[in-house]
């Protein structure tokens, strides 16, 4: 008993407490399925999840320091890939999710070896004119794509597992954990790309270009590679939305819904590749369902805008609201230091 | 060759776009701010000149000169308590999307989503021969000439209009010589909305006012502004030209597809010769 | 630092407030203790609150409240039990993803067991998701619904289209030939959105019925009209009848007074929300001959229909006068939609014998013959559609003059084979 007590000490509480009380929710999203299997609530948890895994790709390229207002398109992609791979060629269900973003992921690199080299500003404009491009494509190419009338997607098929069989088309209790494995995939590739190297590189050339070039960091190449990984998670993101929707239209992905991607990464916290644009996406996705089922019209965007605009203004420079999470921790921590040498300058003060 | 009518309804066209890209692109060559709200300022523009015509029973044309005041205003006003808080491209940018939005729910909630019309000013067509125009176009195409007009007047005779140049290219040595930067820049922020606002007013009456109406005119003039060349005055003056005459030819042949030329011709024009057609040349 | 401090703590409660929500909305509203007095059927309507077609969406509200109140004075009657019908509209904001929102919540938050008076573009989410909840769907058409389109008897049997909206055009077409015998050609306005396989349908019909005719196609969201026009002029057109939304056809009224095309006349496929609108966007001049459907039953000719529902039309008519301080404008839009739905839906249910069993209900529907505010009619439609799940309602134009809207002419609708 000594022993443990004596074990327990050593254990940095300041690192752990913070984790296990993050943990919990975790714990409770993946139970949520047996609280309620509203439909409606799993759907508005399902398209926040897709929604998620375009931010944290917006993040992914935002890292590499350009601003991508493509991320719908990549869906889109996604969405249409997959859909015209499983009505009009005819492949089952699962080599068409994976080649959805296969597709996705090679037309993401095609489009960013032309389109990275120029910069900035010039990039987001690209990327958004791309948006709009591919939107009505989708809408113009009626052979392929239905034009306006959309194409009608089917349900994954029901796999059965022995005891028990997992049935898409009876509940959307399946997509919700196919979106949960999604969405942990995408920010397991995506948290351990920023621990390596790899992340570091991309971190150094968003901070100074310049003197990263001096480095011997090849811009163009890691551009290239961010813009790439972002374009096949994001794709296969928008082949779950078509198969989940059952239905995709090109009215779905568009520059506005490129702009509220990029908003939901700013606000959930841009240094964050992960946990950021989760945040993000469930304040801005999860708030604007609720307020829409106001009878007041128009309130949906006010807030929606005001949230973004209230995060940008009084939240320092580059943080979103993932990073009140550490700060909240060193404030209650702060307040139960037991002792404080009289005169030393203490490390929250501002 | 498309018929007369085709051209001068690129004429209008071209002088809606002409004072919208100005007004950006005055605020982007001298302040860095790439407005994404500009195209808001133009629906404010528009629904305060339909309140104080209808509402308050203001003549148009005084409407319409307050109007433009209040939204200036409103302009500087963001500037001050939002802009300026915040630092960095991306997050102006950010911050500018995200009050499209606010401005879209505002309207929504205090106009409603109908359409409205402002018809009943400057009623009447004018017939020369084969061509007809209406007054309210007409009066777009005066107003645009007008305002071109007064903004090289102001820029390039007047102690404001040098104040403002030198800020832009040298903001340290013009503060030596006494120009209050910070305050030559919340003029620039108001001269660009005002333009924004009294486009959507001279605009009202022609087509229906509703809290939409700002997303287009603002997606048109960041394209006439490419065209044209991001930092470059003159740039956006031509590319609202190129723009509006070509909106109005490609719609009359093709109008199916219309909407992808202009997007492809932005990329490619980006891709080619980023600095558009008069911009300098950048890194 | 304090300032950060507060917002931190705002922003986790309302992160915690929205998941408590989220959780404890997802559970069913307990069930209602039984009451004594009419049993309650509840019906969902996912219309357009929001967006380009919200006048249309939020017009009919009161109308279509009013009517249940009235019809609920009587009800149904199914042996010894009395229905009565409870509506609950949500917004679908005419995306297919607002469509599927709409639809889930109304069907498993709020325990509909029929969604109605749709009308919407997004029919293929609405229906993925009535059908599989085996709820009953009474919708129009619209261009996906078509046969060779999305619409498949075996996939979605739940679905009855009790406003076919190609046969209602061809309809609105020839009252239109009826009204101007001396037409040259009708110029066919629509956004490129609507291109496919529902207007590749119509034209077919409107061949057949050797109407003269040419299409424009537009960019959605253009307001310049003078392209079209232009080619409307060039292709001899005299009458521009709009399938789609009412902002387009207004501005190519007034933009086609400004060409100098006075004696064209420029109309929708759609009623009039309010001539105001039209008198302000067009101006006076520019609106006046305006064309609209109407569906005013007690101004019909050729189209009979039962006293009883035109009573209670010209009814409901007076109660959101009233409810308005005397200023409503006769709208009529909703006679022909969710009150016809609604009684297709109550008569069928009386001929089943059931109102829980979603296929007796559509056995009963199907090739049946119901009684409603704009007649009565057969459902039909097994050869074309592949199943008789169509109404039909009579085609019927009014135009705009001075300030009101006037009938013009009538085109009893044909069964659909």
């Not at chain 3, 939020?58 to 009517?67: E, H, K, P, S």
């Not at chain 3, 050797?210 to 409307?232: C, L, M, S």
């Amino acid at each position: 008993m000594k022993g443990l007590m004596d074990r327990l000490r050593l254990v940095d509480w300041r690192s752990w407490v913070p984790r296990i009380v993050a943990a919990v929710p975790v714990f409770f999203i993946i139970l949520i399925p047996a609280f309620t299997t509203n439909e409606a609530t799993l759907s508005m948890l399902i398209l926040t999840g897709i929604w998620a895994i375009a931010a944290m790709g917006f993040s992914l390229i935002l890292r590499t320091g350009q601003f991508s207002l493509g991320q719908a398109a990549f869906m889109a992609v996604g969405a249409y890939a997959s859909a015209i791979l499983t009505v009009k060629v005819g492949l089952p269900f699962w080599p068409s999710f994976i080649l959805a973003g296969v597709i996705s992921g090679l037309i993401a690199l095609l489009v960013g070896l032309m389109v990275l080299r120029v910069g900035g500003i010039y990039f987001s404009i690209i990327t958004l004119s791309l948006t709009e491009i591919i939107r009505i494509i989708a809408q113009q190419w009626e052979d392929v794509t239905r034009g306006a009338r959309g194409l009608i997607t089917a349900p994954p098929p029901t796999t059965d597992l022995g005891f028990f069989s997992i049935n898409f088309a009876a509940s959307s209790v399946p997509y919700y954990y196919f979106m949960l494995i999604l969405v942990t995939l995408t920010g397991l590739v995506f948290w351990q790309i920023g621990r390596t190297r790899l992340g570091g590189t991309f971190f150094s050339m968003a901070a100074n270009q310049i003197l990263s070039e001096h480095q011997g960091v090849h811009l163009m190449k890691y551009r290239v590679i961010a813009f790439t990984l972002a374009g096949i998670f994001t794709g296969l993101a928008g082949s779950l939305y078509a198969h989940y929707l059952t239905v995709i239209t090109p009215l779905v992905f568009g520059l506005w819904q490129s702009i509220q991607i990029m908003l939901m990464s700013i606000v959930g916290g841009i240094g964050s590749l992960v946990a950021g644009p989760i945040i993000g996406a469930v304040l801005l996705y999860v708030l604007g369902i609720y307020l829409s089922r106001l009878p007041v019209f128009g309130i949906q965007q006010l807030l929606f805008g005001a949230v973004v605009v209230l995060v940008l203004v009084f939240l320092p420079k580059g943080t979103g609201i993932i990073d009140l999470w550490p700060k909240f921790w060193r404030k209650v921590y702060h307040e139960v230091e037991e002792y404080e040498i009289p005169g030393e300058v203490k490390p929250d003060e501002e | 060759m498309p018929p007369p009518g085709i051209w001068i309804d690129g004429l209008v066209q071209s002088s809606i776009y002409i004072t919208m890209a100005f007004g950006m692109v005055l605020v982007f060559s001298i302040l860095g701010i790439l407005n994404w709200t500009h195209g808001q300022y133009y629906m404010l523009g528009a629904i305060a000149v339909y309140y104080g015509v209808t509402a308050m029973g203001i003549p148009f044309p005084f409407s319409m000169i307050l109007s433009g005041v209040i939204i200036a205003g409103l302009g500087v006003v963001v500037k001050k308590a939002l802009i300026d808080r915040v630092s960095g491209d991306l997050y102006v940018g950010a911050l500018t999307l995200a009050l499209i939005f606010f401005f879209e729910g505002a309207a929504s909630m205090l106009f409603g989503l109908q359409d409205k019309g402002l018809t009943q000013v400057l009623p009447g067509v004018l017939e020369v021969g084969a061509i007809s125009i209406s007054y309210q176009k007409l009066a777009v195409v005066i107003f645009t000439l007008v305002v071109m007009i007064a903004m090289y007047l102001v820029l390039n005779r007047t102690k404001i209009g040098l104040a403002i140049r030198a800020a832009s290219q040298e903001p340290n040595a013009a503060s030596l010589y006494g120009i209050r930067v910070d305050r030559v820049s919340l003029v620039v922020m108001g001269i660009g909305c005002a333009l924004a606002a009294w486009a959507g007013c001279i605009m009202a009456p022609v087509y229906p006012v509703n809290p939409f109406i700002g997303r287009i005119p603002m997606i048109f003039s960041l394209l006439a502004i490419v065209i044209g060349g991001l930092g470059s005055l003159t740039g956006a003056i031509v590319g609202g030209i190129i723009l509006g005459f070509l909106n109005s030819v490609i719609a009359y042949y093709i109008s199916y597809y219309s909407e992808v030329v202009l997007f492809v011709l932005v990329v490619l024009i980006l891709l080619v010769r980023p600095q558009g057609l008069f911009g300098a040349s950048l890194k | 630092m304090k300032r950060q401090y507060g917002i931190t703590v705002f922003l986790i409660v309302t992160a915690i407030l929205f998941s408590t929500f989220a959780l404890a909305c997802g559970e069913q509203k307990a069930a209602q203790p039984q009451q004594t007095g009419p049993v309650v059927i509840k019906v969902g309507l996912p219309t357009a609150l929001s967006g380009p077609a919200a006048p249309w969406g939020q017009a009919g509200i009161d109308y279509y409240n009013a009517w249940i109140d009235l019809f609920n004075k009587e009800g149904f009657k199914i042996g010894d039990k009395t229905y009565n019908f409870q509506l609950i509209t949500v917004d679908d904001e005419s995306t297919p993803e607002g469509g599927a929102a709409a639809a889930k919540q109304l069907i498993y938050s709020d325990g509909c067991k029929a969604l109605a008076g749709h009308w919407t573009w997004n029919y293929p989410t609405v229906s993925a998701v009535s059908n599989a909840a085996k709820v009953l769907l009474f919708t129009r058409t619209g261009n996906e619904a078509v046969p060779g389109g999305v619409y498949d008897p075996k996939t979605q049997p739940y679905t009855v289209f009790a406003n076919p909206s190609h046969q209602q055009y061809l309809s609105d077409c020839l009252a239109l030939v009826k009204a101007y015998p001396n037409y040259k050609r009708i110029g066919i306005l629509d956004s490129n959105l609507g291109k496919g396989i529902g207007w590749d349908y119509i034209d077919q019909s409107l061949d057949a019925a050797g109407i003269r005719y040419h299409h424009e196609w537009f960019p959605p969201a253009t307001v310049d009209f003078t392209p079209y026009i232009t080619k409307y002029a060039e292709a001899g057109c005299d009458i521009i009848y709009s399938g789609g939304d009412i902002t387009s056809p207004m501005l190519v009224a007034k933009q086609r007074m400004e060409m100098g095309y006075k004696d064209w006349h420029v109309g929708h496929a759609g009623p009039f929300v309010d001539p105001a609108i039209y008198l302000a966007v067009c101006g006076y001049e520019a609106a006046q001959g305006f064309l609209g459907q109407y569906w005013c039953n007690w101004e019909f000719k050729d189209t009979k229909v039962n006293p009883k529902y035109i009573t209670m039309c010209q009814e409901v008519e007076k109660m959101v006068n009233d409810k308005r301080g005397g200023k409503s404008y006769v709208y009529t839009g909703w006679i022909g939609w969710l009150p016809s739905h609604l009684l297709i839906y109550s008569q069928a249910m009386e001929k089943a014998g059931t109102v829980d069993d979603p296929d007796a209900i559509m056995k009963a529907i199907r090739g049946g013959t119901f009684d409603s505010t704009t007649g009565k009619w057969t459902m039909s439609g097994a050869k074309t559609y592949g199943s008789p799940v169509v109404f039909g309602c009579p085609g019927c134009i009014c135009q705009i003059q001075g300030e009101k809207e006037v009938y013009l002419s009538e085109s009893a609708m044909a069964p659909i084979p």
